[in-house]
């Protein structure tokens, strides 16, 4: 009979109870037995930040899980296509164990979590993954599976072991279970199919895994790799402390390039991304055939071999001088001959100024001898927000100002701006046109995302991106300033013809 919990078939609920079941496990099963399987349970994120890296499908599928456990992962693959509700025709799940503590609960949850779907099944294999993966090989009976999502067993395997000799017909020579049971899936899976898995790191270099790597890359193409910044934080519950990374391949299909990815933990809330080229993970002529996974900081500084940065282009960056607050007595709710603009981040509507406004914040300040040292001279400036709401899709949102935007020589920002300046005086027009398109495309906002977890936007975070060389910038500028109406693809246009 289905447990009770699946019969709304919610996937919150599903995912709770794996949840549930996974601590419980953790806390109760002894050290020995979780070592005599290589047995440490995947949290929930973890698994559904896996399935979400497949991408959508409307053909049959059929999973493979080998070293299920409970099933956490096969069933976050199903939560994800119902979630989704992609129209796949069938679905069909291999799930393999060989501990017969877990074999009622993972059947109960398989069963739950295929249940919403028609023409759907599941098996429970019982037998040695790698004996039976051997046998299917030799009998021709492999390359069956679209889709594989693992975690496997961790432990060595000495050199006359059964477990090597299995893995030995597959044509492979290693020294582990987890990349055993890994080469294995590649041959159990179909060409262009997917395998998703969580395994230690220690693969990617080392001359004991050289063979390991040469299999990966003799039959598949790597198409994302992502790493826990803190070596501790993936199995934060049980005593892990490998370093673990994510990886998908593509079974023979074409290597492009890379999605890497990073997080500190497994709520993935500062999730970054990058793309590098294949020839960065893999150096021409190594021999030893080492995946060199690029650091954060790694990319960062490529990014800023092929860029200028703002010294090389003479343009500065500063927080805007007024601290509101500091000078309550001087704030004017409207322009007076006596006072001076004063920038809020309302005075900007589409990326242009539009001031005065009626708003709790003040439109001017009144003339002193403070706030004549503030005074930026009519000219071209931008202008970026310092601070974003999480709701807002961008991080960076830049606006212009113009000589014609003056009612006077002088105007000065409030400290919740960014101002963009050459050295307290103008940049040049089509400068300052070209930082608009630069700043607000999604390029920038992407290379930002890189370095800051937050929604704040400081002067220095602004200084760090890379922009470019002045010709460019100015050109796309020229550019930007001939369009009508701005907009995200126009931003992206204009600066994505700078990235061909
Ligand atoms: C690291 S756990 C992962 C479990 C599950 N996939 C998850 O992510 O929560 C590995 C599982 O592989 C199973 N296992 C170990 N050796 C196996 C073998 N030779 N064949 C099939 N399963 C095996 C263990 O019992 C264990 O449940």
């Known amino acids: 009979m ?12 599903i995912s709770e109870r794996l949840e549930e079941e996974r601590i419980f496990h953790a806390v109760q099963t002894s050290d020995n037995h979780k070592e005599t399987y290589g047995q440490y349970f995947t949290p929930y994120s973890i698994a559904d930040f896996m399935s979400s890296l497949f991408p ?19 069933c976050s693959f199903m939560c994800r296509i119902l979630k989704e509700n992609w129209q796949t025709s069938s679905i069909h799940v291999s799930a393999y164990d060989i501990d017969n503590n877990v074999f009622t609960t993972l059947n109960e949850n398989l069963a739950a979590s295929i249940a919403a779907f028609k023409n759907s099944d599941y098996e429970i294999q019982t037998d040695d993954f790698l004996e039976k993966a051997a046998i299917e090989y030799v009998w021709h009976k492999d390359r069956k599976y679209t889709h594989v999502i693992m975690n496997p067993p961790y432990k060595k395997i000495i050199t006359n072991s059964k477990e090597r000799y299995y893995a030995r017909i597959l044509g492979l020579e290693t020294v582990n279970l987890y990349s055993a049971f890994m080469g294995a899936a590649i041959s159990l899976t179909e060409d ?28 598949c193409a790597i198409n994302r790799i992502h790493l826990f910044e803190s070596r501790d934080k993936a ?45 960065q993970i893999l150096h021409e002529n190594d021999k030893e055939k080492f995946f060199h996974i690029p650091t954060k900081k790694q990319v960062e500084s490529k990014i800023s071999e092929k860029y200028s940065n703002l010294k090389d282009l003479n343009i500065k960056v ?14 004017l709710k409207d322009y007076a001959e006596n006072s001076y603009p004063l920038v809020y981040s309302v005075h900007f509507k589409n990326h242009r100024f539009s001031w005065p406004q009626k708003s709790k914040k003040p439109n001017a300040v009144l003339i002193s001898e403070e706030v004549k040292k503030q005074l930026f001279p009519k000219g071209f400036y931008v202008v970026v927000k310092r601070f974003s709401t999480k709701e807002e899709r961008k991080r960076i949102v830049a606006s212009i100002i113009t000589p014609e935007d003056f009612v006077k020589n002088g105007m000065t920002f409030e400290n919740h701006l960014n101002v963009f300046h050459a050295d307290k005086t103008s940049l040049s027009e089509n400068i300052a046109y070209g930082l608009v398109c630069w700043l607000n495309s999604t390029y920038i906002d992407e290379k930002f995302r890189l370095f800051s977890g937050h929604t704040q936007v400081n002067a220095t975070d602004l200084r760090n991106l890379p922009y470019p060389d002045f010709g460019n910038l100015s050109k796309i500028g020229e550019r930007l300033k001939s369009e009508k109406e701005w907009n995200q693809t126009v931003f992206d246009n204009l600066a994505g013809e700078l990235e061909k």
Not at 56 to 74: C, F, N, Q, W
Not at 198 to 217: A, D, H, M, T
């Open 2 to 13: 289905k447990p009770q919990f699946f019969e709304k078939t919610e996937i919150d609920t």
């Open 56 to 74: 959508a499908t409307d053909k049959p599928i059929r999973l493979l899980d080998p070293g299920a456990g409970i099933g956490i992962l096969a």
């Open 192 to 219: 262009n199919g997917y395998i998703v898995a969580i395994v230690p790191r220690s693969f990617c270099n080392g001359v004991y895994y050289k063979p390991f790597r040469e299999f990966i890359l003799k039959n």
């Open 235 to 279: 199995f934060k519950d049980e005593s892990v402390l490998q370093e673990n990374i994510i990886i998908m391949l593509q079974k023979n299909a074409v290597q492009q390039n890379i999605r890497i990815s990073y997080c500190n933990d497994d709520s993935f809330a500062d999730l970054s991304e990058f793309e590098v080229p294949f020839s």
């Open 318 to 331: 500063s927080t805007g001088p007024i601290v509101d607050f500091r000078i309550k007595d001087l704030l």
